[in-house]
């Protein structure tokens, strides 16, 4: 991923997160100019999408006892927030 050049030139990282995984493919932009007070702005959305990818291995493999099963995208994205 590049960052966009006009963010670039004032010092701003891209903080955009993708979550490649055989069960879940996510996609998580984070707000760059939150590194203005020293937060890395990375780090919610990857947090984010790493509790996304732990909730779909439990709840998309089959033969895994679980008392929370996949009700689709939107649910899944608010267990993990």
């Not at 050049?5 to 069960?23: R, S």
């Amino acid at each position: 991923q590049r960052t966009h050049p006009a963010k670039a030139a004032n010092g701003h990282k891209d903080a955009d997160v993708t979550l490649p995984a055989p069960l879940i493919l996510g996609v998580a932009d984070g707000v760059s100019q939150i590194e203005d007070f020293g937060i890395d702005a990375s780090k919610l959305p990857r947090e984010l999408l790493r509790v996304c990818e732990q909730l779909a291995r439990r709840q998309l493999i089959p033969d895994v006892a679980n008392e929370d099963p996949y009700r689709g995208p939107t649910p899944l994205l608010r267990s993990a927030f």
